[in-house]
């Protein structure tokens, strides 16, 4: 089996497109460069848009796509020669993760790509992820992360992914909708960020960004779809990326050349309407997401009409994971009746969580933003006020508890995140309320370094000016 490193050096490339711009640059006309034993990370950054990953294969490099961007029976005529990268990996020092368990998932995941779907049209991958090292750690943002500017923080690690306890509203959330408990994010040429139980379709997934591959929704088991989990399926394009050298810095140089001659057949489809819109509605609950439960999914089956009957489930279901996708369809349904049960539960809540119950409780305070402005008592408002002070969480001694018995204090991830649920809400009286808790906040000396910074983007997106987003360092997608 040939083993290559990830980072690749297309300085040689350039140099041969300044000869003969007409002539296609392939992969064979590069060495392949090594990285020894070291700690520093491949040299990527993201390209403009996914599709330039995928045009460099599209114009005649060893690569072959399909028409419809669906998996074929492997019948290119394009060998599949095995590859393995070589990743490294670091976690939170709040986060424990062990060797032993990066090397599970790297072997999970590699079976998963080798194996062929019987569900979706799939063709065998023969690729590799070996861990680099040992896993390092950092501590360079919240072990919750709940800003663009922290997961900016985590992105600027050292290693190919990073792993984190959870991850809030980040990745490029365009609107109050897309709000959401993300597993993964990654950018194209860069790295990956992970949570802490994310599963091994979803470190294979990220992979699968980072070498330049979009989303594509045609089947509940493509690996690369947009929000479903326990996947695998790949076609060809998506085979032969996972089997090349990620795109190096240098191959942003030809964005304007493979913009202009992209080919149609690496576009991602759009989704299958019939086959979404006629998933059982209790499947749709009792699933977990890649970055929440899809608004899409909501609005096609639309359960606006139905958010009583909702509610009632969400008072009877036994299921922490299920009733935190039921609280995002009742705050998506701005159903004001939930707005007593989710306060009740913020009030109330005390003692050790696990990470789904972590889950609900985030969700409780996302949804309580989005139905803030329909509650004219204020009384919605008022909590998300109140809570998004730390006091208001330490006299109940909350704490996720971490696979080692360690407990990681919730107190000021929680008043960020229900900062960041007032950013969601319509209320005409939350930005000045946000500003006086920026004044607040910097007249005193606040413990929390990431506090202001949250309030500066609760005030960005209700302004609707994207900034927090926009202002990343890079484009990234769950």
Avoid at 86 to 96: E, G, N, T
Avoid at 104 to 133: H, I, K, Q, W, Y
Avoid at 283 to 302: C, E, K, M, V, W
Wanted: glycine share 6%; with cysteine; net charge negative.
């Amino acid at each position: 089996m040939e083993t290559r490193r990830v980072r690749i050096d297309l300085n040689r490339r350039l140099e041969n497109e300044a000869r003969n711009p007409h002539k296609p640059l392939c992969d064979n006309d590069l060495p392949t460069t090594t990285r020894g034993s070291r700690r520093q990370p491949s040299n990527r950054v993201r390209m403009a848009s996914s599709i330039l990953a995928t045009a460099l294969w599209a114009t005649g490099c060893g690569v072959t796509t399909d028409a419809n961007n669906n998996g074929d029976n492997g019948g290119s005529g394009n060998e599949a020669k095995p590859f393995t990268f070589q990743i490294s990996v670091a976690r939170h020092v709040d986060q424990p993760l062990s060797d032993q368990r990066v090397n599970r998932v790297f072997t999970t995941a590699n079976e998963l790509l080798l194996s062929d779907d019987e569900e979706c049209p799939d063709v065998s991958c023969p690729v590799t992820f070996e861990r680099d090292g040992l896993v390092d750690t950092f501590d360079v943002s919240p072990a919750i992360v709940t800003t663009e500017a922290q997961l900016d923080a985590v992105f600027d690690v050292a290693a190919d992914i990073k792993v984190v306890s959870l991850m809030v509203g980040v990745c490029g959330s365009p609107s109050a909708d897309d709000v959401s408990l993300v597993l993964g994010c990654a950018f194209t040429g860069g790295s990956a960020v992970l949570v802490q139980d994310a599963p091994p379709d979803v470190w294979a997934h990220e992979w699968g960004h980072v070498q330049g591959l979009p989303h594509r929704n045609d089947c509940d088991r493509n690996l690369m779809h947009a929000f479903e989990l326990e996947t695998n399926a790949v076609n060809t394009t998506e085979r032969d990326a996972f089997l090349s050298p990620t795109p190096g810095q240098n191959f942003l140089a030809f964005k304007t050349v493979f913009e202009e001659n992209a080919s149609p057949a690496v576009e991602t489809p759009s989704e299958d309407e019939s086959a979404i819109a006629s998933k059982p509605t209790d499947d749709i609950f009792a699933q977990r997401y890649l970055a929440g439960l899809p608004s899409t999914l909501f609005n096609r089956h639309n359960l606006r009409i139905r958010s009583g009957e909702l509610l009632n489930r969400l008072q009877q279901e036994p299921s922490p994971r299920v009733r935190a996708n039921l609280t995002r369809a009742l705050g998506l349904a701005r159903e004001l009746a939930a707005c007593e049960s989710f306060i009740g539960s913020c009030e109330s809540i005390a003692g050790d969580l696990n990470i789904d119950e972590l889950d609900e409780l985030v969700e409780q305070i996302i949804a309580l933003g989005r139905l803030a402005d329909l509650d004219e008592s204020s009384q919605t408002t008022d909590l998300l006020f109140a809570a998004s002070d730390p006091a208001f969480w330490a006299n109940r001694d909350l704490n996720l508890v971490l696979e080692d018995g360690r407990r990681l204090n919730l107190n000021e991830s929680l008043a960020r995140i229900c900062v960041m649920g007032m950013g969601l809400t319509k209320n005409p009286t939350v930005p000045e309320r946000l500003r006086e808790l920026k004044r607040k906040a910097q007249a005193s000396q606040l413990a929390d370094p990431w506090f202001i910074p949250q309030i500066d983007e609760a005030l960005e997106r209700i302004a609707g000016t994207g900034k927090y987003a926009k202002g990343a360092k890079s484009v990234r997608v769950p």
